[in-house]
């Protein structure tokens, strides 16, 4: 091509060579750059999906030389249960549709191990509009999943911890809040709550709110609902570890606490339990106690 | 039919009411009626309403414990509702329906104790 054009064009022969030149220079530099990203795995397929072609990235990511691979079907790449689901043959029906096709998910390397991979299929089509073959490109993005798997459990897990529901003596269960509560917390707080009061057969639960940095309406509210629920259940929640800044709080806010109550600390909350199984469980001649055991 | 899905048993002189799993409207409307009539027949001292078989709770059933607590409350007797399940509570509370003043028990057992002992610890400090 080169050398039509500077036949053609004799009277302005530089500027043709030039253009040449930077052309040349320009392929040049994108064979280098498919050869030398080690990150990227770029590969062409021709229109049946056999792959045509293999940078040094594919290597290293997919496992294959290219001596091995060339020619062979890239539904290799998929475990198996994506090839009877048919999904190579989507990707390139996708992309034969819509030009491109983009996905992520679990592939195959040569040793048979899997890697999370983000891949892009492009249609490679010529000026006429004939599809000549598929640009596939491939990403290792491993490790980013398994940091996002692991983030989503420690997330779960952080909120597990937060909301233990302990015994701590016959008859009476504790809840030490640590933290922000959110709805979502409150709502898992109040669940477990009524479990174990049931499980326990325990007439008294502590809320313990010592922990807990601020409270606003909505806490307050879910709080209350938390209570009335134990009630429901025929225990009693009593609230403790009000301190000033709280107290002052929910005062301010308004909300009403009137059925609940409340104690300034843990140690005076366990006395109001303790009074109040009293209350229940010694009757007048104190056979209801060893009835109760 | 329905009301025979409802059984009131006396046990010396408390009522035991318990509720089918799935109870209608038929038999809720019973409810009231049968507990207030056993009540007069009997001069029972107290009701425990049991719903452990319960497993959702309408609104209509809640006013009509709520308003058959405070019926037998007007001729002399105690309630105690019992056995309501965890997820029934979370329900109740979420709609709003706490039912009103009625006195709840854990278990039969503490609604008996509840019912038996209930003079005795109006007289405690």
Known sequence: MTKSTEANTLERPSAANQAGAVLQTTAEHFRMLVDNMKDYAIIILDTSGRVASWNPGSETILGYRSSEIIGQ?????????????????????VATAEGRSEDEGWRMKKD???????????????QGGTLCGFGKVMRDLTERKRAEEKATLQAREIIEISTPVIQIWDGILMAPLVGTLDSERTQQLMER?????????????????????TIDTRTAQHLAETTT?????????????VRPAIAQTLAHLGVDLGNITTRSTLAAGLRVALNLLNLQMVSGNGSGRKDAQ | MSEERLSIIKVRDILMVTMPADPDDATVSALQERVLLAMERSTARGVVLDVSAVDSLDSFFARMIAETTRMVGLMGGRTVLTGIRPS?????????LTLGKTRTALSVDRAFEILRDGSQQVQKP
């Open chain 1, 112 to 126: 048979g191990s899997r890697f999370w991979s983000n891949q892009v299929i492009t249609a490679l089509r010529d």
């Open chain 1, 73 to 93: 079907h890239f539904s290799r790449f998929f475990p198996s249960e994506e090839v009877q689901r048919g999904k190579p043959e989507m990707e390139l029906k």
């Open chain 1, 193 to 213: 709550l009524l479990e174990r009061i049931v499980e326990t057969d325990s007439a008294v639960a502590l809320l313990d709110v010592t922990g807990v940095p």
């Open chain 2, 88 to 96: 029934v509570a979370i329900t109740l509370t979420q709609l709003g």
């Open chain 1, 229 to 241: 629920a134990v009630r429901l259940l025929g225990a009693q929640a009593v609230l403790t570890g």
